[in-house]
């Protein structure tokens, strides 16, 4: 089993992060031996963390809360790993996606079992506020008009649901391809759009 620094709580109590990085790694073995979380309850996944349902239900809340908590610091930690200069346009030297595919072929021990076995919406809402801070970093760096809120939404709805996707179909694959290749993929399909969105965000675009 993959014991990353992501498991760990970033901030907090060293006896709280200690006990939410149990429950982390306990929910991502049971994930990882080919249960779906649907499956999993409060009790079991408590019982092989070695705490009480008392315990978990203050550190976590629920079996799903979990989830969210590994996946939006995994997230969060990729974006962070963005130097501002790969946010620079043009985009499609294909770098920014090559960083960030890197880095999720870093995690697949994490990823894999999350992705295959836990409900698209937990991927997926924790990926577009990821993708929404390192939007938000692009427009500072380009000195970029701001998108209404309409345009923001369908872009991070479109770029969040697409890196759930994509990360579905490589991991189905068992990471054939070379995260490279699935960068210049994504980069083929989105870069160009992405930009040009960014840059007529006022409408005159």
Known sequence: MNTSPVLVPATG????????????????????????LETLTVSELAGRAGVTRKTFYARCGSVEGVVRG???ELFAEIGAGVDDELLRFPLTDGALSRCVFAAYDARRGELAPLVRHCPAALIVEPARAAVGELLDRALVVNDAPVPDDARRAYLLGVLASVAHGVLSVWVQRDFAEAPETVADLVDTLLATGVERLLLGADGTG
């Open 70 to 72: 590994i996946v939006g």
């Open 13 to 36: 109590d060293l006896r709280i992060r200690r006990t939410v990085a149990a429950i982390r790694r306990a929910l991502l073995a049971l994930l990882d031996e080919g249960r779906d």
